[in-house]
């Protein structure tokens, strides 16, 4: 696609439930990235996928999150027994080439999770 | 641990005046100094990349530059199409996972 396309755009779920956020990078890129964003402040690293391989999670909060990309396209960023404060906006991001060859890292709009 | 900074928080300029943005960066290891801009809703849009101390790059009425310590983002003539918040990103490790300042809120006056 043209750019980092992510849904749903707002998400309003009730604590203790879970939630998936899916996203679709542009078309033709190999490695792509999961950032969270608190009101006010840039976005925080989350976890880092190249092709199919999950590289790098060390920025996950904890184990009720995970991310999947099984055929190296789409990916899911599932939360499990959501917490209000997991409400946030989470964003995707991909780059061409895998993370170490200096490609440009492109941004979605994200997705806004609201935890009640 | 990776930190970046930025200052100041918040910019109000008149039409024409210019400035300056700060980053101040404290990385193991940098692979890539990065400015983006990012509009009210929507996601962090690139403006630029820098390797080294000494580059600069240009874009319209916005120049990069870097030192070993530091970014600064200048802003000539600036216009109200320019109001934006500002984030500057230093990417470390081998998937150069981006690590944010906070942002400055630029807001250009006609």
């Known amino acids: 696609g043209a750019g980092v396309s992510q849904s749903p755009r707002y998400k309003v779920t009730k604590r203790g439930q879970d939630v998936a956020l899916r996203c679709d990078p542009i078309s033709g890129h190999v490695s792509l990235y999961w950032y ?10 989350l976890t880092y996928f190249n092709y199919e391989a999950q590289q790098d999670k060390s920025g996950l909060p904890n184990d009720r999150f995970s991310a999947e990309r099984p055929e190296g396209s789409i990916s899911t960023l599932t939360i499990q027994r959501t917490e209000q404060r997991d409400s946030a906006m989470y964003r995707c991001a991909s780059s061409l080439g895998p993370g170490d060859s200096g490609n440009t890292i492109y941004f979605g709009e994200g997705s806004w999770l609201t935890v009640v | 641990e990776d930190q970046v900074t930025q200052s100041p928080e918040a910019l109000r300029l008149q039409e024409g005046e210019s400035s300056s943005l700060n980053c101040s960066y404290t990385v193991s290891g940098l692979r890539g100094l990065f400015w983006y801009r990012q509009d009210p809703g929507k996601g962090p849009e690139f403006l630029f990349t820098l390797y080294s101390a000494g580059e600069e790059k240009e874009k319209e009425r916005l120049k990069a530059t870097l030192t070993k310590k530091e970014s600064f983002l200048h802003i000539t003539a600036p216009k109200p199409e320019d109001s934006a918040t500002y ?18 809120q630029l807001t250009v006056l006609p």
Do not use: H, M, N, Y
């Not at chain 2, 990103?89 to 300042?101: K, V, Y």
């Open chain 1, 36 to 45: 969270r964003q608190a009101l006010g402040q840039g976005p925080e690293f």
């Open chain 2, 87 to 104: 984030l500057c990103a230093a990417g470390s490790g081998s998937a150069r996972q981006l690590t944010f300042g906070s942002g400055t």
